[in-house]
């Protein structure tokens, strides 16, 4: 495993930042934007090709995940597009200025907004099996979903107070789960392509993942799902930085629609719609998402 540097960043509005850096220190920084429940934490199927590719990994736990301070407004008025506020004051505090981004999942919408709203430095931005916008048209964001997911929405859509119950009742147990029974966890919403993909590395960094997520409780968690409810704060047409979405076929979390959709309203947009793919198998085609993306940096 790669070594990390470990960083606590502080906002403008004094909130700390957990932040993880690796890979070379003159390389283009990759700001990793991670899933949801999911925190900053040590990523070897993305950091190493990213390494092989020159590219210096950044990744930051969201508000209220690990040790990342929630927001204050978190239950009234926070956006996605708070959060590429948040990965500028990170860059600074790191020296670095250009950059590109990968979103994984509840990621997706934070790399795109930071290809909306810092154009003189995002090179460009991939939106892996990420969830489309709530007020997208022409789309039911929870067909096709599996049953934890959809009910997660509804609760969600219910405002603050029952997306904590739900939470606390539905999702805590992700917070203690091993490499072992992270699947079984997660059973309805993993297709068999994405069951026979959740073993070894890639289980272990994932329940390692939702573990730190927990660290405040579900705080985290429903911050990141009301900012899904929500009008997320820029404009997807204006996007003019390169952009690609990548997403498979099978997924039971994001369903494919939402890549359609994204495709078909970001501008410019490369689709990557793989066929026989979910939202976890996709995980183990990084060289090739990578390479699409300094492909999009570097035409």
């Excluded at 992270?182 to 070894?200: F, H, N, Q």
């Amino acid at each position: 495993m790669p070594s990390h540097d470990t960083h606590l960043v502080r906002t403008p509005d004094g909130r700390d930042l957990e932040v993880l850096v690796t890979g070379p220190e003159d390389g283009l920084p990759l700001v990793f934007h991670h899933g949801t429940p999911q925190a900053a934490g040590p990523f070897g199927i993305l950091e190493r090709p990213a390494t092989e590719r020159g590219l210096r990994t950044v990744s930051y736990s969201r508000p209220g995940y690990g040790r990342s301070t929630p927001r204050s407004d978190a239950a009234t008025t926070a956006t996605v597009a708070d959060d590429a506020a948040d990965t500028a004051v990170v860059l600074d505090a790191l020296g670095l200025d250009t950059f590109v981004t990968l979103g994984w999942s509840g990621g997706g919408p934070r790399a795109l907004a930071c290809a909306a709203m810092l154009p003189g430095r995002c090179l460009a931005a991939t939106s892996g099996v990420g969830i489309a916008p709530p007020d997208a048209e022409g789309i039911d964001l929870t067909a096709g979903m599996g049953p934890e997911n959809v009910a997660e929405y509804a609760a969600a859509a219910q405002g603050s107070e029952s997306l904590t119950a739900f939470l606390e009742e539905h999702g805590t147990p992700l917070f203690s789960a091993t490499a072992d029974d992270i699947a079984r966890e997660m059973d309805g919403l993993l297709p068999p392509v994405d069951k026979a993909a959740m073993t070894g590395e890639l289980a272990e960094y994932l329940a390692a993942s939702m573990r730190h997520a927990g660290a405040q409780g579900i705080v985290g968690w429903r911050d990141d799902d009301l900012t899904h409810t929500r009008p997320w704060g820029f404009d997807l047409g204006a996007v003019q930085v390169p952009t690609a979405v990548w997403q498979g076929t099978e997924d039971l979390m994001v369903p494919f629609a939402h890549a359609q959709w994204l495709a078909a309203h970001v501008a410019g947009t490369r689709a990557h719609l793989v066929e026989g793919e979910g939202h976890v198998s996709l995980l183990m085609r990084m060289p090739d998402i990578l390479d699409d993306l300094l492909s999009l940096a570097r035409p």
